[in-house]
């Protein structure tokens, strides 16, 4: 796909990515359970393996489904558990589905992160994983699964205190990436969460190109250069949290005050302007922003109807007079941030 694209040049057939391994990764927007979504509270595991089938099942003959899923979201297991039953009833092909999953921080040495890739991909049991991601670009201090499966920023079951950042350069991991394509167990490799620079230096040392980069993308938080870069360099981007802080207003209090504070961007009035101009959603014209820009989206949502609603996010166009109307509220206003709420802040984006 065409780097950002004005609205005149914007298509508005069902648009798709290829990525640098050939494979048509899917078509956009995205079609996302909220039983695979971040159970950011850690209180509980979301683990409804029917929730994929039934996904499945709403969305027979509307598009390609991906699952954003990861080990960090742990819920892994149960989310393929559906998609087998789903494949084996019948409903789809797994070619049909598109899985993305990602690697963790504790787990970025040589050693931990192959076995890591494998266990991950038969928790899935599809055969292989899709697109496998580099979830943060730190690595942390190994945790064994044994003792905290599902360990997230911390390194104690009572997540008051945040593991150590361990010596693990980006180079060594992005090695073992590769050897997880070589062996089958992923098709695409990829990152999320990381800068410009970043970027440019891994350019210098991929055997295997990065194909994705998912990033966290809104009107409030735009990040034109890295995303103009990203696909100039023949990546793939994909925007997590679309709508802004709406997904993060029902965190913990340390990590929700920044969305609290801000106005929603789908209670936007200029928002609200566009879509009532042609006759959208407030939530369709910001995954349309976001398509017109030339990236992928991952909304998540568990009702039928909205489901419906956000495949019919790419047939209109913005103008170029609306799409500035956008690009001023770019506050460079970040939400996944965990140099907020930690008692160790962990300062990744600066």
Not at 22 to 34: I, R
Not at 225 to 239: E, Y
Not at 319 to 327: F, K, M, V
Request: net charge neutral; charged share 20%.
């Amino acid at each position: 796909m065409a780097a950002t694209q004005t609205a005149t040049q914007a298509a508005t057939q069902t648009p798709s990515l290829k990525l640098p391994s050939g494979q048509v990764s899917w078509l956009v927007p995205f079609a996302q359970d909220e039983q695979f979504a971040y159970n950011k509270t850690r209180n509980y595991p979301r683990s409804d393996s029917d929730s994929g089938r039934f996904l499945l099942k709403r969305l027979q003959k509307q598009s390609t489904t991906l699952f954003d899923g990861a080990y960090d979201y742990g819920n892994e297991k149960e989310a393929g558990e559906g998609i087998q039953r789903a494949i084996k009833e019948g409903l789809v092909r797994r070619e049909e589905i598109f899985v993305v999953s990602k690697l963790w921080n504790n787990y970025h040495q040589t050693e931990h992160a192959l076995k890591m890739a494998r266990s991950q991909c038969d928790a899935w049991g599809l055969g292989y994983l899709d697109l496998y991601l580099i979830h943060f670009p730190i690595a942390q201090k190994y945790i064994d699964p044994e003792i905290i499966r599902y360990p997230c920023w911390w390194s104690d079951e009572e997540k008051k205190v945040v593991a150590e950042l361990d010596a693990v350069p980006m180079q060594e991991t992005w090695r073992v990436m590769e050897t997880i394509v070589d062996q089958g167990i992923a098709r695409n490799i990829g990152v999320s969460n990381v800068s410009s620079q970043l970027l440019l230096d891994m350019q210098t040392y991929v055997r295997i190109p990065i194909s994705s980069l998912q990033i966290e993308l809104h009107p409030y938080l735009q990040q034109t250069k890295l995303v103009k870069l990203a696909q100039s360099l023949g990546i793939a981007v994909t925007a997590y949290s679309s709508f802004g802080p709406q997904s993060f207003l029902e965190l913990p209090k340390e990590f929700s005050q920044r969305a609290k504070n801000t106005i929603p961007l789908l209670e936007h009035p200029v928002i609200l302007g566009i879509a009532k101009a042609h006759g959208k959603t407030s939530a369709q014209v910001l995954l349309r922003w976001a398509t017109q820009r030339g990236t992928a989206v991952i909304p998540k949502s568990n009702s039928k109807e909205r489901l419906a609603q956000n495949l019919r996010s790419y047939d209109f166009n913005m103008s170029d007079a609306e799409l500035d109307q956008i690009a001023a509220l770019d506050k460079g206003l970040r939400f996944n941030d965990p140099s907020e709420g930690l008692v160790t802040p962990l300062v990744i984006f600066s």
